[in-house]
C-alpha cells in the first residue's frame, strides 16, 4: 500500500512541475513579445523607421488575462502591471500636451497671418518667435517619453530573468528583438541589421 500511495505522490509531482513548466515557458515567450514591441515603440520615437506589426499595449493586456489564471503558480506580478498602468497614463498626459502644443500654435500662426493681411503688419513675426518654445517642448514630451519606455522595457527584462532563471529554462529559447540597445542584464548577437537578446546571467548562471 506505502508503494502505491508513493506512485500516486510521483505522479502528482511529475504532473504539478510539468504545469509549472508549461506556464513558464508561457509566460518568458509572452514577455519576450513584449520587451521587443516595446522597444520597437521606442525606436519609433527616436525617428527610426521600424517595421514591427506587434502591439505591445494588446501584449500587455492579453498578459494580464493570463496570468490572473496562473496566480496561483506565482507567474502573475500585479506591481510589474501597476507600474505599465501608470506608465501609460503618463505617456498618453505627455502625448496630449505636445499635441495641444502643436495645435496651439498652428491655430496662432494662422491668426497672425490673417492679421498680417489684414493690417499689412508682419504680425506673423510673433508666431515665429515662440517656435524656439515648441522646440523644447517637444524635446522634453520626447526626453519623458523615451525614459518610460526605457523603464517599461527594463522592467519586463528583469521579470523574463526571473522566469528563465528561476525555472532553470535555456536563455536563448526566448530571443527579443533590441532595438535600441543601452539595457541591464542582456546579452546581443547581431543578426543582419537587427540585434537579437538573451537573457544574460553572471558568473555563467543559467543555461544556454
Known sequence: MRKVEDSVEAVLDLDEKSVYSHIAHESAEDIARIISSIDAERAKLRGEVIYYRDDWEDLIRERITKGKRHTAFDFYNPELFDLWERKIRDAKKLKRILKAGYA????????????????????????????????????????????????LTQFFIDELRDIVYGHSLPPKKYPFKIFTGEYFGVSLERAGTELKAFISFKNGEGKD
Open 104 to 151: 496651439s500654435f498652428l491655430i496662432a500662426e494662422v491668426l497672425l497671418v490673417a492679421l498680417s493681411l489684414i493690417h499689412s503688419e508682419p504680425y506673423f513675426i510673433i508666431g515665429v518667435a515662440f517656435l524656439p518654445l515648441l522646440v523644447f517642448l517637444r524635446d522634453y514630451v520626447l526626453e519623458k517619453l523615451d525614459l518610460i519606455y526605457y523603464s
